[in-house]
């Protein structure tokens, strides 16, 4: 750490047990007595000067990595972020820890950046975050010139991939940190990134030399799951009163108006929820944000625009009411769950009109060829995570490369309840026979839901306008229902077996389909499960329910401190999480530490919070004890 935070942050007397520099800024500031995974190696070899390209899942602690040798090394960490929006957060978090932290972005005025720039070039910040784009600055690279320079950290560092589902421009120009400062070492980190995404950020960041450290993927505390969608509004209002009632959640949808209609049906429904999207005024946006991190159980309905660095620990669950476009999106979105460790669920509503959409998104997409192939690319690996019969987990990890130790996780829809598969064959034979059929014989296309009335053999307006009721086609499907023809549809659209044409979403034959066709490819199809009914006293149970894991015992406790720690986040204008973890109440709450020093004992108190709060805290746990 600089000398300078020396009255902050005290250190502790070398001795012949000393810890290592590191192991006691972990201890002292951020109040854990030991690093997790990949981070004490990554962490080191920053500290002793060398460059780093790392890729960890979020909640792993990605944010220690970088945040630790900036204080263990002289001068100040740069941090470019993305976030403009959350850097005032992120400096608030540190500074309730005791370090010194600032930002430099276009939501200061000019008397502000003066102040943060004076600080900076007097050595009183430990930690500066900066917006990518003020590096295009000569005015901000002199500012930096004139500064002794710990790490540069680029976070978010998938952003610089073309490719990517997160790609800003601005990034593209990073590589001015090693051309400028070649001693300084930089650390690029992203919890999102394919082998191709990692190779672009090695060689766009000129990090070719960096050692790099590529964790496990795995978030093992998230439940994945994926439903057929039928109501999707409902479903999700469904599953948030019966798992998650009363939490915090992100519920992502692709269009603004999409945003706003859920946001106002679940408000209406007693789940309090706010839209966010680009279309909202700058200040409702961050009004919404900051009520998300600052409260306790709102649920935010946003579309993608929302999220990327969030570091809000206790959102219990994320929900997707349309396809996203790819698996990393899929991946970093859910990420957004659980970042305390505690179970969490990643709960997705999907059907037939999603596919659709996709491929008619895809299709019509701006950019030349190869970018629309890349694409369809994305949107295949996305819809075979969908459509899989094995482990959700196994195949999410190896898109991006990785293999779980078993065949199974144990702690996904499939897994849970191993979906049936059955000889889809004839079905799908039946499907690409009324496309031919209409096609050949009447030169017509249609979309799904006209191919599923002439398979079932209804009779309906359209139906008789356009004769197809004469088509030999019509009713050979009646074996199966509606909701078995369209599950079959969209794995076939998933398959490549049928094709979405033009802006109105007809299905047409591919190359695939010829061989299904003379029966030389065989289709298993997956059935989708029928949801369990739920009882109405299950329902009222468990929107009852105690947090995972607490003892019934310590139930008012818990309640108690999550009040008091509403209370003290008020007070200071910082949001709850900033005060204490979920996870650290839940210590407090089944330890009852009854003095400082066993208060200090508890992982997620430094030296700052046990000053700070510690007296407090030992108050509440007392009048929770003698009530």
């Not at 500064?147 to 593209?172: K, M, N």
């Amino acid at each position: 750490m600089t000398e300078s935070s020396a009255a902050a942050l005290p250190r502790t007397d070398a001795g012949p047990q000393a810890p290592s520099p590191a192991l006691g800024v972990l201890r002292r500031v951020f109040g854990y007595d030991a690093f997790r995974g990949e981070q004490e190696p990554i962490i080191e070899h920053v500290i002793a000067g060398g460059d780093a390209v790392v890729l960890m899942p979020t909640g792993a602690g990605k944010s220690l990595c970088f945040q630790i040798p900036a204080l263990v090394r002289r001068g100040t960490g740069v941090v470019v972020s993305p976030l403009i929006a959350l850097m005032q957060d992120q400096a608030d978090a540190l500074r309730a820890l005791g370090v010194r932290a600032g930002f430099l972005n276009s939501t200061l005025d000019p008397d502000e950046r003066r102040v943060v720039e004076a600080q900076l070039l007097a050595g009183e910040l430990d930690l500066l975050y900066l917006a990518p784009e003020r590096l295009r600055s000569e005015q901000t690279l002199r500012l930096l010139a004139q500064t002794e320079i710990a790490l540069f950290a680029i976070d978010e560092a998938h952003c610089v991939s073309q490719w990517g589902h997160d790609f800003r421009p601005d990034y593209l120009t990073l590589s001015v940190l090693g051309e400028r400062w070649p001693g300084v070492p930089r650390i690029a980190l992203t919890a999102t990134a394919t082998a191709a995404t990692h190779e672009e950020i090695t060689h766009r960041l000129g990090l070719e030399q960096a050692k790099h450290f590529v964790a496990s993927f795995d978030r093992p505390n998230i439940t994945y799951r994926i439903v057929p969608k039928a109501e999707g509004k409902k479903q999700l209002l469904g599953f948030i009163r019966e798992e998650h009632p009363g939490d915090a959640g992100i519920v992502y949808c692709l269009s603004r108006a999409g945003t706003e209609k859920t946001a106002e049906f679940l408000t209406t429904n007693g789940v309090e929820a706010v839209p966010y999207h680009a279309g909202l005024d700058a200040g409702m946006r961050a009004a919404h944000q900051s009520r998300f991190l600052r409260e306790d159980g709102l649920v935010v309905v946003a579309t993608i625009a929302f999220g990327m660095g969030i570091d809000k620990p206790d959102v219990r669950f994320v929900a997707h009411l349309d396809l996203p476009k790819s698996v990393e999106g899929y991946y970093q979105e859910t990420g957004r769950a659980g970042r305390d460790g505690l179970p969490s669920t990643a709960w997705m509503a999907y059907g037939l009109a999603d596919v659709v959409q996709q491929r008619k998104l895809v299709q019509s997409g701006e950019g030349d060829e190869a970018f629309r192939r890349r694409a369809a690319a994305h949107l295949d690996a996305m819809l075979a995570l969908c459509e899989t019969a094995g482990c959700r987990r196994t195949r999410l990890l190896r898109y991006f490369g990785q293999e779980l130790a078993a065949e199974r996780c144990g702690n996904c829809d499939t897994c849970l309840i191993p979906p049936e598969t059955w000889d889809g064959t004839v079905a799908a034979q039946k499907a690409l026979s009324t496309v031919v059929r209409l096609q050949r014989e009447r030169g017509q296309k249609f979309g799904a839901g006209q191919i599923t009335d002439i398979l079932l053999g209804r009779k309906t307006a359209k139906v008789e306008q356009f004769a197809h009721d004469e088509l030999s086609v019509f009713g050979v499907g009646a074996d199966l229902t509606e909701s078995e023809w369209r599950a079959a549809l969209r794995q076939l659209l998933a398959l490549g077996v049928l094709a979405v044409e033009g802006e109105y979403g007809t299905l047409v034959l591919t190359e695939a389909s010829g061989p299904v066709l003379r029966g030389e490819r065989e289709i298993l199809l997956r059935k989708d499960p029928t949801p369990p009914k739920r009882s109405r006293t299950a329902t009222a149970k468990s929107a009852a329910k105690a947090p995972v894991d607490l003892p019934p015992e310590a139930q008012p406790l818990f309640d108690a401190l999550r009040a008091w720690r509403t209370g003290q986040a008020r007070e200071q204008g910082i949001a709850p999480y900033m005060v204490f973890h979920d996870a650290t109440l839940r210590e407090f709450a089944v330890r009852r530490p009854a003095t400082l020093g066993e208060l200090g004992s508890i992982s997620g108190v430094g030296e700052k919070k046990l000053a700070t709060y510690g007296e407090g805290l030992l108050e509440v746990i007392s009048s929770a004890d003698s009530a």
